[in-house]
């Protein structure tokens, strides 16, 4: 039985005793009497240094890759470290790997990696990324776990387009019969007779479970047929979507930041080697800034507000600013880096450029709407209090000529016990980039989906 690396190096335990480990060849070094192997075996960013005594017998220096089984007497090693003592005999290759294996010891660019999508995350770079991605994921579980929210499954296969921007993909059946000649025979077009897509959203299905439940939350992927070749938008991403009874604007947003503050205070406590490792190589000063952020309130604008800051900037944006204009990131960017320097929630926007479900404001123009925007990354939370009034919620939708038949269940929990609620989107690879400092969401999720990224 082997023991994870991460347990040899981080006590002094195991000091004087023989154990094994298993792992990747990282480095190897040779001198005459002596050789070095540091091993990795994804347990920690921290190589265990493998100290091999040649003695008389035909050592073969291990390559870079390689898979090794080691065993060997753990001592003290310099700079109150731990190695591993072991002889010829108590080394086995597991695994071999040629001269060509792609990750040998040097610098490799993102670019570069995001070509190995299979391989990179034995590098220290993706090691750190997707420990830090399954911490976050846990301590969201923990946060609303504790708070009394129930955690549901909402379906991917929906015939709703929750945020009607007409970026959903559409579900068909792929045929495999022999008698299909043509790629085009492969398609029947529809799911079981009816019209069907990937859920762009959880939220609809939400409501309906937090009318039910409470508070209840979904973390799961969501679907966006974008088309846009950018650094923060994917495919495929994964979405964390509270939604809560009784609940309005404000509680949403207090709600978002007390959860924010939670995860990243995880973060800080668990992953200390990844946040120094990304401080390190990604972003100078991110634990001082994440330290920062969790100590403060998040900046508040409304919408309206945000507009005069970005009219007064000065700046030459490429997107022209009014009111009534969607922001851009450029704009997101700008308020959250240079007027607020921190993460700023902006709410009440203009209902024409936001979803039908929104609660309308008394002043017939903008919508209860809140966005979290964060120096960096730009908008990573989308949120809202709901519409919970039956002829005002049809009313919006007619206005947008949507088709009513499709969204009846929907109607009805504003007809049975409708009550105030909300909740909010976070898009979840988007927070892994504003806590880690990486610039590319391909770099923050194991197999990006972007346009042609199916290899
Ligand atoms: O702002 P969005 O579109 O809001 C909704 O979907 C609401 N139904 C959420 C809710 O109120 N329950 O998306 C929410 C968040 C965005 O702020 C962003 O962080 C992320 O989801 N997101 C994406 N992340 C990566 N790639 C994409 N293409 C994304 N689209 C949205
Ligand atoms: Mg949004």
Redesign the pocket.
């Known amino acids: 039985k082997h023991i994870d690396v991460k347990e040899i190096i981080s006590s002094k335990e195991f000091i004087g005793q023989e154990i094994t480990i298993c792992g990747w060849v990282r480095t190897s070094r040779n001198s005459k009497s002596v050789a070095f192997v540091e091993v990795n075996d994804g347990t920690s960013l921290k190589n265990v240094q493998v100290v091999v005594e040649k003695g008389e017998s035909d050592y073969k220096e291990p390559r870079v890759g390689m898979a090794l089984k080691v065993t060997g007497t753990v001592v003290e090693g310099r700079n109150n470290t731990v190695e591993i003592n072991a002889v010829p005999e108590g080394i086995t290759v597991l695994g071999d790997a040629p001269t060509d294996y792609p990750l040998q010891k040097k610098g490799h660019t993102l670019e570069f990696l995001r070509t190995i999508p299979h391989l990179r995350g034995r590098t220290n770079t993706f090691n750190a990324v997707w420990r830090v991605r399954s911490v976050l994921a846990a301590a969201i579980h923990e946060y609303f776990q504790t708070h009394n929210y129930v955690y549901v499954n909402t379906p991917l296969i929906t015939g709703s387009d ?2 009607g ?1 007409g970026e959903m993909f559409q579900v068909t059946t792929i045929g495999y019969s022999n008698d299909y000649k043509n790629e085009e025979d492969y398609y029947t077009n529809d799911f079981f007779g009816r019209k069907a897509g990937l859920s ?4 609809l299905e ?1 409501e309906m479970a937090a009318t039910a439940m409470g508070k209840i939350y979904t973390f799961g992927p ?1 679907f ?1 047929a ?1 088309n ?1 070749n950018t650094p ?4 495929e ?1 994964w ?1 964390v ?1 509270p ?1 809560v009874a009784f609940a309005e604007l404000n509680d949403v947003i207090e709600i978002a930041e007390d959860m924010l503050k939670h995860v990243i205070r995880t973060l800080l406590d668990k992953c200390p080697d990844e946040v120094a490792f990304f401080d390190a190589h990604f972003e100078k000063g991110l634990r001082a800034r994440l330290e920062e952020l969790i100590s403060h309130d998040f900046g508040r604008v409304t919408y309206t507000e945000a507009i005069e800051l970005l009219k007064n900037s000065g700046e030459n944006f490429v997107y022209p600013v009014e009111w009534g204009c969607d922001l851009q990131t450029e704009h997101e960017r700008y308020l959250s880096e240079k007027v607020f320097k921190k993460a700023v929630f902006v709410t009440d926007y203009p209902k024409e450029i936001k ?1 039908f479900y929104m609660k309308q404001n008394p002043d017939g123009k903008t919508v209860a709407a809140v ?2 925007l964060v120096p960096g990354v730009g ?6 209090e709901r519409e919970a009034d039956y002829d005002k919620l049809i009313a919006a939708m007619n206005e947008r000529n949507m088709n009513l038949d499709l969204y009846s269940d929907y109607l009805d929990l504003r007809k049975f016990g409708t009550v105030p609620h909300g ?5 979840f ?2 927070l892994i980039m504003y806590t880690t400092g990486m610039a590319n ?1 391909r770099d923050v999720i194991l197999f990006p989906r972007t346009v042609g990224s199916i290899r």
């Open positions: 929750c945020e921007a762009v959203s959880g939220q939400g969501s966006r974008e846009s923060k938008h994917l495919a991403f979405h979507e939604e979803s966005d979290l908008e990573i939370i989308g949120g809202s909740g909010f989107g976070l898009g690879e988007r969401i």
